[in-house]
Protein backbone atom coordinates (compact mmCIF):
# COMPACT_ATOMS: atom_id res chain seq x y z
CA UNK A 1 0.00 0.00 0.00
CA UNK A 2 1.27 3.38 -1.02
CA UNK A 3 1.97 5.80 2.05
CA UNK A 4 -1.02 7.79 2.12
CA UNK A 5 -2.59 9.94 5.13
CA UNK A 6 -5.74 11.96 5.56
CA UNK A 7 -5.83 15.53 7.80
CA UNK A 8 -8.75 14.72 10.09
CA UNK A 9 -11.24 17.58 9.69
CA UNK A 10 -14.34 18.19 11.66
CA UNK A 11 -16.44 16.84 8.39
CA UNK A 12 -14.77 13.94 8.10
CA UNK A 13 -13.59 12.48 11.91
CA UNK A 14 -14.01 9.45 13.35
CA UNK A 15 -16.59 7.08 11.78
CA UNK A 16 -16.02 8.01 8.27
CA UNK A 17 -12.21 7.98 8.17
CA UNK A 18 -11.82 4.78 9.98
CA UNK A 19 -14.54 3.13 7.38
CA UNK A 20 -12.52 4.73 4.67
CA UNK A 21 -8.93 2.82 5.95
CA UNK A 22 -10.81 -0.43 6.31
CA UNK A 23 -12.33 -0.24 3.32
CA UNK A 24 -8.65 -0.09 1.98
CA UNK A 25 -8.54 -3.83 3.97
CA UNK A 26 -6.21 -1.82 6.38
CA UNK A 27 -6.44 -2.69 10.41
CA UNK A 28 -7.47 0.28 12.46
CA UNK A 29 -8.23 -1.18 15.96
CA UNK A 30 -6.58 0.80 18.56
CA UNK A 31 -7.00 3.82 16.41
CA UNK A 32 -9.77 6.28 17.20
CA UNK A 33 -9.18 8.47 14.13
CA UNK A 34 -10.86 11.45 16.04
CA UNK A 35 -8.22 13.87 16.59
CA UNK A 36 -8.47 17.13 14.65
CA UNK A 37 -6.42 18.37 13.00
CA UNK A 38 -4.19 15.03 12.75
CA UNK A 39 -3.54 12.86 10.01
CA UNK A 40 -4.60 9.11 10.05
CA UNK A 41 -2.65 6.35 7.65
CA UNK A 42 -0.47 4.54 6.61
CA UNK A 43 3.26 5.52 6.39
CA UNK A 44 5.73 1.87 5.27
CA UNK A 45 2.62 -0.35 5.65
CA UNK A 46 1.89 0.74 9.26
CA UNK A 47 -2.05 2.91 9.97
CA UNK A 48 -1.67 4.79 12.96
CA UNK A 49 -1.52 8.71 14.01
CA UNK A 50 0.76 10.32 12.26
CA UNK A 51 1.82 14.15 13.53
CA UNK A 52 3.26 17.18 11.53
CA UNK A 53 7.29 15.96 12.11
CA UNK A 54 6.06 12.10 10.65
CA UNK A 55 4.78 13.90 7.78
CA UNK A 56 7.84 15.89 7.17
CA UNK A 57 10.01 13.11 7.98
CA UNK A 58 8.36 10.68 5.54
CA UNK A 59 6.72 12.59 2.90
CA UNK A 60 3.55 10.58 2.56
CA UNK A 61 0.92 11.28 -0.06
CA UNK A 62 -1.80 13.45 1.96
CA UNK A 63 -5.11 12.42 -0.03
CA UNK A 64 -8.90 13.79 1.29
CA UNK A 65 -11.30 11.38 1.87
CA UNK A 66 -13.63 10.73 -1.06
CA UNK A 67 -16.57 12.20 -1.58
CA UNK A 68 -19.31 9.81 -1.38
CA UNK A 69 -21.40 10.01 -4.48
CA UNK A 70 -21.08 11.00 -7.35
CA UNK A 71 -18.45 8.68 -8.42
CA UNK A 72 -17.52 6.19 -10.83
CA UNK A 73 -18.15 2.37 -9.01
CA UNK A 74 -18.69 -0.91 -10.62
CA UNK A 75 -22.20 -2.02 -10.46
CA UNK A 76 -23.83 -5.34 -10.94
CA UNK A 77 -27.33 -7.11 -10.76
CA UNK A 78 -26.82 -10.60 -9.11
CA UNK A 79 -24.13 -12.79 -8.60
CA UNK A 80 -22.07 -14.02 -11.25
CA UNK A 81 -23.24 -11.08 -13.43
CA UNK A 82 -20.62 -8.58 -15.11
CA UNK A 83 -19.74 -5.81 -13.50
CA UNK A 84 -20.28 -2.50 -15.56
CA UNK A 85 -18.57 1.06 -14.73
CA UNK A 86 -21.23 3.37 -14.23
CA UNK A 87 -21.70 7.42 -12.45
CA UNK A 88 -23.61 6.06 -9.08
CA UNK A 89 -25.20 9.43 -7.41
CA UNK A 90 -27.03 7.93 -4.49
CA UNK A 91 -27.63 4.23 -2.26
CA UNK A 92 -31.64 3.81 -1.02
CA UNK A 93 -33.50 1.49 0.33
CA UNK A 94 -30.18 -1.32 -0.77
CA UNK A 95 -29.71 -0.31 -4.26
CA UNK A 96 -27.69 1.94 -5.80
CA UNK A 97 -29.07 4.46 -8.38
CA UNK A 98 -26.98 5.52 -10.92
CA UNK A 99 -27.15 7.37 -14.09
CA UNK A 100 -28.05 5.26 -17.08
CA UNK A 101 -25.72 3.87 -19.31
CA UNK A 102 -22.40 6.43 -18.36
CA UNK A 103 -19.33 5.80 -17.27
CA UNK A 104 -17.96 9.18 -16.65
CA UNK A 105 -18.82 12.38 -14.57
CA UNK A 106 -18.47 14.59 -17.60
CA UNK A 107 -21.04 12.34 -19.22
CA UNK A 108 -23.68 12.08 -16.15
CA UNK A 109 -24.22 15.83 -16.58
CA UNK A 110 -26.12 15.36 -19.43
CA UNK A 111 -27.66 11.85 -18.87
CA UNK A 112 -31.23 12.10 -17.22
CA UNK A 113 -31.63 8.23 -17.40
CA UNK A 114 -32.14 6.56 -14.16
CA UNK A 115 -31.46 2.75 -13.22
CA UNK A 116 -30.61 0.97 -10.21
CA UNK A 117 -28.44 -1.26 -9.50
CA UNK A 118 -28.05 -4.53 -6.75
CA UNK A 119 -24.92 -4.23 -5.97
CA UNK A 120 -21.69 -1.59 -6.51
CA UNK A 121 -18.19 -1.42 -5.61
CA UNK A 122 -15.17 0.98 -5.76
CA UNK A 123 -13.28 0.62 -8.49
CA UNK A 124 -9.87 -0.97 -7.01
CA UNK A 125 -6.85 1.99 -7.91
CA UNK A 126 -4.07 0.50 -10.30
CA UNK A 127 -1.03 -0.42 -9.19
CA UNK A 128 2.05 0.77 -11.25
CA UNK A 129 5.34 -0.15 -10.59
CA UNK A 130 7.97 1.31 -12.23
CA UNK A 131 10.71 -0.43 -13.94
CA UNK A 132 13.66 -0.42 -16.05
CA UNK A 133 14.48 -3.33 -18.92
CA UNK A 134 17.04 -4.01 -16.78
CA UNK A 135 15.25 -4.68 -13.41
CA UNK A 136 13.00 -6.26 -15.55
CA UNK A 137 15.48 -8.97 -16.64
CA UNK A 138 16.41 -9.17 -13.38
CA UNK A 139 12.67 -9.95 -12.14
CA UNK A 140 12.29 -12.45 -14.48
CA UNK A 141 15.68 -14.19 -14.03
CA UNK A 142 17.08 -13.55 -17.72
CA UNK A 143 19.91 -11.82 -19.59
CA UNK A 144 17.72 -9.28 -21.37
CA UNK A 145 14.06 -8.36 -21.72
CA UNK A 146 13.81 -7.46 -25.52
CA UNK A 147 9.84 -5.23 -25.90
CA UNK A 148 8.47 -5.70 -29.33
CA UNK A 149 5.44 -4.86 -31.05
CA UNK A 150 2.41 -7.25 -30.28
CA UNK A 151 1.26 -7.85 -34.00
CA UNK A 152 5.04 -8.85 -34.42
CA UNK A 153 4.50 -11.94 -32.11
Not at 30 to 47: A, K, L, Q
Not at 86 to 113: D, H, I, P, Q
Not at 137 to 145: F, H, N, P, Q, S
Request: proline residues 5%; charged residues 30%; hydrophobic residues 35%.
Amino acid sequence: MKNQVILCTEENKGAPLKEYWESRGVNTSGVGCDVVGIYFGVIHGYFSVWYNSDIREHNPEIIELPKPYPKVMEVWDYEGDFPRKRVVFMEKNGKYLAWSAVETLEAAEKETVVWTWDFARDIPEKTVKRMTLEEIAKELGVDEVEVVDKSEG
